[in-house]
């Protein structure tokens, strides 16, 4: 399949013969919030939108069967892409219910047997946010720490573990950062013990090569898969020990009688292609967009004096940094990049001031923290894209650092 690099929606920029020649758009290098729906995910979702607009539930009549077997083609595309069961997954509105799902079904399910919860610090901040509404709720949370690079040991995991433990949460691969958790090896010591694992592969489904089944949960979102916002899954090992979780939404009996409500069909059947896509392509992704992260890490790191790399550099998704500069506050320069967009951190927690609370867990100071900017590069990003970003970031880095020296004058 031709690759789509030479594509106007790589850049976000407006082409010559654009009706809107006198706008322009930044670089887009935030991959890690949302991904630009793949074009060919648009094809495959435009019938679902026209006129195959049956309810996938509707089993008397041809409409709610070709809507049927969308959701069900899907299903399987999904199932291959992350090695399990299509009957394992049940279709969410994304990742934040999978997660509220997964943590509140299994408290629901498991309370009689133990009331402790323990997540990593890392965590999304879906998870945190659960968590704390678990802890009103007369559960216990404990946090199980990171290294300074971002990862967690599995021997820390193992000594977080009690006898009351009903859930552990390891994200598969950071948000913030790219950092990647040893899965295969914390799978073990937790789920032998009966205790539920559950990991949010948001970042990582589509873009590595993920085994759900090494855990008992888990999640993902079509949105950062280059598929449509609102669809996600949720994993069910079905060799999990003890109560599965109970349903979070109840109500018409669709998904097993997992999760009630119509099924988005368009949304289901864009991300089966987004899933379908990314198992010819993910490789091929991952490798060029690993060179072109790390010249622009390279290029970044060699022109911006005592800058840095936050996290595990071997570690990590290959389309993913995170980089402090001391003396350039992250503020300062997101606002001196209007051509270039970045974040300085996850998008759930942006405009909230605070410094990045997965950052804190890894050490960082306040000032460290909130100096740190995340770029994600993703399938449409070009070498120019990288190569203008590089020079934009040096150049911005520079001037902020000289205006803060003269405020400091």
């Known amino acids: 399949m031709d690759s789509y690099a030479s594509k106007p929606v790589r850049t976000g920029r407006v082409e ?37 607009f049956g309810n996938a539930s509707s089993a008397s009549h041809a409409y709610g069967w070709a809507a049927d077997e969308a959701v069900e083609l899907a299903r399987e595309r999904i199932a291959q892409l992350i090695h399990c069961a299509p009957n394992a997954l049940v279709f969410t509105s994304g990742a934040t219910e999978g997660i509220n799902f997964a943590i509140k079904g299994i408290a629901a399910a498991r ?3 133990g009331k402790h919860i323990a ?55 950071n948000n913030e950062t790219g950092v990647l958790q040893s899965i295969a090896e914390i799978s073990g010591m937790v789920r032998d013990r009966g205790i539920a694992l559950l990991s949010d592969a948001t970042q990582a489904i589509g873009k590595i090569p993920v085994r759900a089944d090494l855990a ?30 109970m349903p979070l939404i109840e109500g018409g009996g669709q998904e097993h009688g997992l999760r009630g409500g119509t099924l988005n069909t368009p949304g289901i059947a864009g991300m089966g292609m987004a899933a379908e ?12 967009l690993q060179r072109l992260r790390d010249e622009l890490e390279r290029v970044i790191l060699s022109g911006c004096k005592d800058a840095a790399v936050n996290g595990n550099r071997e570690h990590r998704l290959p389309q993913t940094t995170n980089i402090r500069f001391p003396g350039a506050p ?27 609370h997965v950052l804190k867990a890894m050490g960082l100071s306040d000032t460290q923290a909130a100096s740190s900017i995340r770029i994600g590069l993703g399938r449409f990003t070009t070498e120019q894209d990288v190569n203008f970003a590089a020079e934009r970031i040096v150049q911005a880095v520079r001037d902020v650092r000289e205006r803060q020296s003269v405020l400091q004058r």
């Open 277 to 288: 896509i990314a198992m010819s392509e993910m490789s091929r992704d991952a490798d060029r």
């Open 216 to 245: 008992d949960l888990v999640v993902g979102s079509a949105h950062k898969m280059y598929g449509p916002k609102g669809t996600g899954i949720l994993y069910i090992n079905p060799d999990m020990k003890g109560p599965k979780p």
């Open 16 to 52: 010559p013969d654009s009706p809107f020649q006198s706008m322009t758009r930044p670089v887009y290098l935030d991959n890690n919030a949302t991904t630009p729906v793949d074009p060919r995910v648009v094809e495959a979702m435009l019938p679902y939108l026209r006129d195959e």
């Open 111 to 113: 309370h009689t047997s």
């Open 119 to 173: 997540i990593t610090a890392t965590e999304h901040r879906a998870v945190l946010d659960t968590c704390r509404r678990m802890r009103k709720d007369g559960f216990e949370v404990s946090t199980i720490p990171v290294e300074n690079d971002g990862l967690v040991r599995p021997e820390t995991v193992a000594a977080a573990l009690r006898d009351d433990t009903i859930l552990v949460a390891v994200i598969w691969a």
């Open 330 to 356: 992250a503020a300062d320069l997101l606002s001196e990049l209007r051509d270039v967009a970045l974040s300085a951190g996850s998008a759930c927690s942006s405009g909230s001031g605070k410094p990045s």
